[in-house]
């Protein structure tokens, strides 16, 4: 058990952490010109969880935390402003601001890497649009906590660079493209399983509000979700 609340609390550092701004530009042409069944899987997971709506954002307000057997671990307050890429963090009692893309002190490096962690899980089907990867689709696959058949995608950075290269994700996701479950491992081989869940719509898009491990020993879950 102390290995598996390690291993979590270190993944909420680590997870997801991509150069997230290869792919971004030039993306508010839209796909849904397109007719849906011909676009990659990709596309289409993107599409259904709002990436229409996301475009049309000024700011994204967000907390993110994290509770490992019921004491929370993290929280971080978010304010984003994607169309002029400045980010602020409020976390225990102190404010950083910073705009992606300049040249980072070092604490707004440190930021930046949590910023991407954040809203990885936050946003993690636009990353399918936004940034490098190889892929490998399933129409059939057993998810690893409901042990239900759903559609698998499998994700894997093979070193594209960001803050943790060489990890991997095993998304399950029903016919409708909204994801319930997924694994991450990391580059040496450490996974972490979860659900996707709890979601709620804000301005178009749909957010999974919850993600919990098999026991819910694990949770990380978002709070104060405003867009605008």
Same mark, same amino acid.
């Given at each position: 058990?102390? !290995? ?23 993306? /508010?042409?839209?796909?849904? /010109? ?8 990709? %596309?289409?997971? %993107?599409? %259904? ?6 475009? /049309? ?19 971080? %307050?978010? !304010?984003?402003? @994607?169309?002029?890429? !400045?980010?602020?963090?409020?976390? !225990? ?7 992606? #893309?300049?040249?980072?002190? /070092? ?17 993690? @089907? ?32 093979? #070193?594209?660079? #960001? ?6 994700? &095993? ?32 301005? #178009? ?5 919850? &993600? ?17």
């Amino acid at each position: 058990m102390k !290995k598996i609340l390690s291993l979590c609390l270190l993944l909420t550092f680590l997870i997801g952490c991509k150069d997230n701004q290869s792919k971004s530009e030039g993306l /508010e042409a839209t796909v849904s /010109e397109i007719k849906s069944e011909e676009l990659p899987i990709t %596309a289409q997971i %993107a599409n %259904a969880n709002g990436m229409e709506k996301f475009n /049309e954002l000024d700011e994204l307000n967000f907390t993110f935390n994290v509770k490992v057997n019921d004491t929370l671990r993290s929280n971080r %307050a978010w !304010k984003w402003f @994607p169309k002029t890429k !400045k980010v602020e963090l409020t976390e !225990k009692g102190e404010t950083i601001s910073y705009t992606q #893309g300049d040249s980072l002190t /070092e604490n707004a490096l440190a930021a930046d890497q949590k910023f991407i962690n954040d809203s990885y899980w936050l946003l993690f @089907p636009y990353q399918l649009m936004w940034s490098d990867f190889e892929s490998t689709y399933n129409e059939k696959g057993i998810s690893p906590i409901s042990n239900e058949e759903m559609k698998m995608l499998t994700v894997s950075y093979k #070193g594209k660079g #960001g803050y943790s290269p060489d990890d991997s994700y &095993h998304i399950f996701f029903g016919e409708d493209n909204m994801i319930k479950e997924w694994t991450y491992v990391s580059s040496t081989g450490r996974e972490l399983t979860t659900t996707w869940e709890d979601y709620e719509t804000f301005k #178009g898009i749909p957010i999974a509000k919850m &993600h919990k491990s098999a026991d819910s020993s694990f949770q990380l879950y978002f709070t104060d979700i405003k867009f605008k």
